[in-house]
Nanobody, 121 residues
Framework: QAPLVESGGTLVQPGGSLRLSCAASGRIFSINHMGWYRQAPGKQRELVTTITSGGTKKYADSVKGRFTISSDNAKNTVYLQMNSLQLEDAAVYYC???????????????WGHGTLLTVSS
């Protein structure tokens, strides 16, 4: 599996913006799609957004119009631009890669360890 490393989580005030990054390391031939999930304290992990290798994007209703996912396929990196952040957006954000082809074979999926977003005034 390709290790995924997220970065960018920090403390942001309500209404602020932040960009998260997630890079898949190692030798990778292709990734079917990547996405961001989040988990707030006491809640289940939920899907935030996904992007396919072809650029098709999906968003949870709660972040539509505020969050934008993008990717650099050559770098196996995905970004999450978050604007108009709300208290409810505070969570650990996890990156996920699905359908990973490497010289060692094909992996169903891989998760990062997460990066913490705190939203507070």
């Amino acid at each position: 599996q390709a290790p995924l490393v997220e970065s960018g989580g920090t403390l942001v005030q309500p209404g602020g913006s932040l960009r998260l990054s997630c890079a898949a390391s190692g030798r990778i031939f292709s990734i079917n799609h990547m996405g961001w999930y989040r988990q707030a304290p006491g809640k289940q992990r939920e899907l935030v957004t996904t992007i396919t290798s072809g650029g098709t994007k999906k968003y949870a209703d709660s972040v539509k119009g505020r969050f934008t996912i993008s990717s650099d396929n050559a770098k196996n990196t995905v970004y999450l631009q978050m604007n108009s952040l709300q208290l409810e957006d505070a969570a650990v954000y996890y990156c996920k890669a699905v359908g990973i082809a490497t010289p060692a074979g094909w992996a169903l999926d891989a998760w990062g360890h997460g990066t913490l977003l705190t939203v507070s005034s």
